[in-house]
């Protein structure tokens, strides 16, 4: 029997600065703990690697995240790399990502990870306006985005994608769709294009409060959504979940391994995993981190067994987010399990969910509310 699909996350916690809007767990690069927290990394990828990956099991993906990777040296990545490939099978087709902020790659260290082994390289580019930037305390600039990407294909990466935000302080319709168009003439295999969403205890929330910022615009947002869909499918991208976008055959199988229930195992601080109906995730505390691998532990902080009717519900919950949708007996099978019948029946009803007999799916309209939905299916 062919093993079941396996991806693996590595959590790079570090960044130069944090961004305004920005909520992820991660600490400020200070001299010496990024040699300490790679060597706690290693030493955990060897760990898990022997409590809870069959030797046999190919890792179809591996996705450098953060934070921010490249503030890594790049022989800190390949070094972590060799140890993957020392303790796990990788897939001969593996995909191996690694996120990077614009401004923290040269052509030294791209042609390094190319010779490694990576595959894909994915740009936090956000906007391509540098007053955009600026308005959510993003540092870098426009032609940063640029170079790299000029760099990354002179370096011989194939497969390259640009991270937007749309809805930013101030932006307007007009602005977005010469970000837009900006990233178009850059020729990226794949986009992503995510609504900015306000955390609590961001920059961006105590800013807005104090109104200093305006709050984001949801009608603005949903048209900045409906311009991305058509400017995006007239270029020949084709939408394959909510907020990702990409050419024929450049969907990126680590993400897609979250929307279709695939499992995943995810090291470094905070790094959450789902394996064999489990999720387990790590502590989000960087000297916690060290001094549990130090003393040879997993430093896994919490663990929740999933029933099987919780496992159907995130199979639904995330299947949903995919424009191919999913089963339609098992979303009917979760209404049951959940008493949420009336509500299904609802969304059926406001055709913000559509049935063909076999697969069910949000509509247009539906995809616009996609976050809505799912808290209502929860
Ligand atoms: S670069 Fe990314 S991870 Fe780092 S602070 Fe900005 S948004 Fe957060």
Redesign the pocket.
């Known amino acids: 029997m062919t093993p079941p699909r396996l991806g693996l996350y590595l959590h790079i916690p570090f960044?130069?600065?944090?961004?305004d809007?920005?909520a992820?767990y991660?600490e400020i690069l200070r001299d010496g703990r990024a040699e300490t927290f790679v060597q706690s990394l290693i030493h955990e990828i060897a760990l898990s690697a022997q409590q809870h990956v069959a030797a046999n099991r190919p890792v179809q993906s591996v996705y450098f995240g953060?934070?921010?990777p490249t503030v890594l040296a790049a022989r800190q990545l390949t070094a972590i790399l060799s140890e993957i490939r020392a303790h796990l099978t990788l897939a001969a087709n593996c995909e191996i990502t690694v996120e990077a902020?614009p401004s923290t790659i040269s052509v030294q260290d791209l042609g390094q990870l190319l010779q490694a082994g990576v595959t894909r390289m994915s740009f936090?580019a956000?906007s391509m306006e540098d007053g955009d930037l600026s308005r959510i305390g993003?540092?870098g600039a426009v032609h940063e985005t640029v170079t790299a990407v000029t760099r990354a294909r002179a370096a011989g990466f194939t497969n390259i994608n640009l991270d937007l935000m749309y809805g930013l302080p101030s932006q307007r319709l007009e602005s977005w769709q010469r970000t837009l168009a900006h990233c178009l003439m850059l020729e990226p295999t794949h986009l992503s294009c995510y609504a900015l969403t306000v955390e609590e205890d961001t920059r961006l929330a105590s800013n807005i409060q104090r109104r200093r910022s305006p709050a984001p615009d949801e009608g603005l947002q949903i048209e900045m959504d409906e311009t991305a869909q058509r400017m995006l499918g007239d270029a020949g991208y084709e939408r394959y979940e909510v907020s990702n976008y990409a050419k024929p055959g450049y969907a990126c199988r680590h993400n897609l391994l979250y929307w279709t229930n695939g499992e995943y195992l995810g090291l470094g601080p905070s790094a959450q995993s789902y394996l064999d109906g489990t999720r387990f995730g790590n502590v989000a505390d960087l000297a916690a981190y060290d001094t549990s691998l130090a003393a040879n532990r997993l430093p896994i902080e919490d663990r929740t067994r999933l029933s099987e009717e919780e496992q159907l519900r995130d199979a639904v919950i995330f299947g949903l987010r995919l424009i191919q949708g999913i089963p339609t007996h098992h979303l009917h099978q979760h209404a049951s399990n959940y008493g949420h019948a009336a509500i299904t029946a609802q969304l059926l009803a406001q055709q913000l969910i559509e049935e063909d007999g076999e697969r069910s799916r949000l509509s247009t309209r539906g995809l616009l509310q996609a976050d809505t939905i799912a808290e209502q299916l929860y």
């Open positions: 960044c130069l600065q944090r961004c809007f920005c992820f991660l953060g934070g921010t902020h936090g956000e993003r540092p």
